[in-house]
């Protein structure tokens, strides 16, 4: 079992920054993939960017590349999501996702396919 918790949502103006991390109690997080969903109001979770158990493999939706960076440390069982040049579209709720893989080419971008979610963080961009 791997409990994630999110942190490091707030409310930003249009065009600023913030940085999410999510913590994971488990002693093998190097061997989970790791990826960050959102939530707008109304609407379906989506993915948002996604890591593989080493760092070396990315994945981004199309609406967030070039904004936003995924990346992890495996010594303090973390993963975090940059967020640059927010805009208003990117409100909603963030949650941290994980999976069991040790394959370098395994980084999904389906919720079905993760195990483990977070509560959830909030984000607010204002205009």
């Known amino acids: 079992q791997v409990q994630l918790v999110e942190s490091g949502g707030g409310l930003v103006q249009a065009g600023g920054s913030l940085r999410l991390s999510c913590a994971a109690s488990t002693r093998t997080f190097s061997s989970y993939v790791m990826g960050w969903f959102h939530q707008a109001p109304g609407k379906e979770r989506e993915f948002v960017a996604a890591?593989?158990?080493?760092?070396?493999?990315?994945r981004y939706s199309d609406s967030v590349k070039g904004r936003f960076t995924i990346s992890r440390d495996n010594a303090k069982n973390a993963v975090y999501l940059q967020m640059n040049s927010l805009k208003p579209d990117d409100t909603g709720v963030y949650y941290c996702?994980?999976?069991?893989?040790?394959?370098?080419?395994?980084?999904?971008?389906?919720?079905?396919?993760?195990?483990?979610w977070g509560q959830g963080t909030q984000v607010t961009v204002s205009s």
């Open positions: 890591i593989n158990w080493s760092a070396g493999t990315t």
């Open positions: 996702a994980a999976v069991g893989s040790g394959s370098w080419w395994y980084v999904p971008t389906r919720d079905d396919e993760y195990d483990y």
